[in-house]
C-alpha cells in the first residue's frame, strides 16, 4: 500500500497543515486529507496507509450530522474524480488519489481551536497496558481506575510556544464517548 505524505496540485496551495493539503479553486478551497501522523504537534516522517481516507470520511460524517445544529463550509464530498471536472484547470486532469481524500467547502474563516480527546479510550486498554506504557497516559495511574473522573476535565485549549510546539505544562480537555 502507498502512503500519501504530500501533494502537489496546479492550484495555489491556501495552507498546508499538519495533516492536511489546502487548495485554492476560486472562491471555495479542496481540502485533501493526506497520511502524514502528527503526535505532539510535530510531522512524523513516516504515515498510515489510507489514514487520510478515514479521516475524511469521519469528517464527512460528522459534518452531515451537525448541519442541523449549525452550517458548516462543506460543500461536496469528493468520492468520484468526475466530481472534480467542474473545477479543473484547463489541460490539466486532477489525480485519482483525491477520490474518497478530499472535499470541496466555503472559504471561511479559520479559528486556530484545537481538542484533544484522550482518556476513555484508553481506560479500556486496561491496567496491564498501562503499567507496560505509562509513557502513553498523560494522567496519574490512579485517575485509569474511575472512567466517571473523566466527566468533569475540562481545560482550556494547550498553549502554543515559539517553536510550535505545545506547551508541556498544557492540560487536557477530557470526553467520555
Not at 42 to 63: E, M, R
Request: hydrophobic content about 40%.
Amino acid at each position: 500500500m502507498s502512503v500519501l505524505l504530500e501533494t502537489s496540485l496546479p492550484n495555489p496551495l491556501f495552507h498546508r497543515g499538519k495533516v492536511r493539503d489546502n487548495y485554492e479553486l476560486s472562491d471555495k478551497l479542496l481540502i485533501v486529507a493526506t497520511d502524514r501522523i502528527s503526535a505532539f504537534d510535530v510531522v512524523l516522517p513516516c504515515g498510515i496507509p489510507d489514514k487520510g481516507a478515514v479521516l475524511n470520511q469521519l469528517s464527512a460524517f460528522w459534518f452531515a450530522e451537525t448541519a442541523h445544529l449549525m452550517p458548516n463550509h462543506l460543500i461536496e464530498v469528493i468520492r468520484d474524480i468526475g466530481q472534480l471536472d467542474a473545477y479543473r484547470h484547463e489541460g490539466y486532469s486532477y489525480p485519482p488519489f483525491l477520490a474518497g481524500r478530499s472535499m470541496v467547502v466555503r472559504k471561511a474563516k479559520r479559528i486556530p481551536v484545537e481538542c484533544v480527546v484522550r482518556g476513555y479510550l484508553s481506560v479500556q486498554l486496561g491496567e496491564s497496558t498501562l503499567k507496560m506504557a505509562p509513557s502513553m497516559v498523560f494522567l496519574p495511574l490512579r485517575v485509569f481506575k474511575n472512567p466517571s473522573n473523566y466527566h468533569s476535565q475540562y481545560s482550556p485549549p494547550p498553549l502554543r510556544q515559539k517553536a510550535g510546539m505545545t506547551n508541556p505544562s498544557r492540560r487536557m480537555i477530557y470526553f467520555s464517548l
